[in-house]
């Protein structure tokens, strides 16, 4: 059985639910932890995360693990060495399981199934993020208890988001509406197109993205003078629905796509996000290394 997750196009509801369910019986501490002592994680970052690396860390240590932290920049990849190469390296160290974040869209493309070993994928380029979608679901079904029906806001750059392309795929099959709001240069298609601030009222959950700088051509940077108009202010909020949430992957860009105030405003849940990214990651680690967690 595969035990990789590199993206949830063939995760079904069920699927989905099982996971979060391990998940919040990691968080009411119904199941055991620190009982995979045995077992090694490494963690290969090829791009900066704060969240994803060391929240995969946390959630690998109170499941017993110990971790290997791959530092790129004293790694042989500066001699040359490809990411397959580095890969196969540490799963002939014997490591248990690896977490990945690579720049490129689907690094694993070519590769894959030549390893055996169980990869978590924590983001490729501008393609997936797979433990984030995860992470925001059991934010949304501890809120609301249940997914169908509920109609969800993405805001920003659609274009370059990760957290965006894997959120529409899965919230639309678990049964919710799912509309961007964005310019034109940075809409995707595949969700309804909605207007920010008059949509804004009738939603359930809005989301809001980074803009992200590092990926945006050069020629591309003038889209911050339009996207001034999809800040969420404290005014806006003042329009939602009582008991509508806010959401971010975060890192948030303060005074840019949210309101200093916003962030920890009593309808936002960017910090119950971090927090919910641990014990899914928890479940997803113990799914990966638990009995036949390599690959077969
Ligand atoms: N949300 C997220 O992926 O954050 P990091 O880039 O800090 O990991």
Redesign the pocket.
Known sequence: MNKSLFNLDDWTKEDVNQCLNEALAFKKAEKIVNYHQEKVVANLFFE??????YSFDVAAHKLGCKTLNFNEKVSSTKKGESLYDTIKTFEALGVDAMVVRHPENEYYKTWENKIKTPILNG?DGSGN?PT?SLLDLLTIKEHFGHFEGLKVMIVGDLKYSR?AKTNMKIMQKLGMEVFGASIDELYVNGIKKANFKTDLPHMDVVMLLRYQFERFAEQENYHLDYLKNYKLTKALVETMKPNAIIMH???FNRGIEIDDEVVECSQSKIFDQMSNGVFVRMALINRAISDQGKQN
């Not at 900066?48 to 690396?53: A, F, G, M, V």
């Open positions: 900066p995360s704060t969240r994803t690396h983001g993020h984030q957290v992957p975060a890192p």
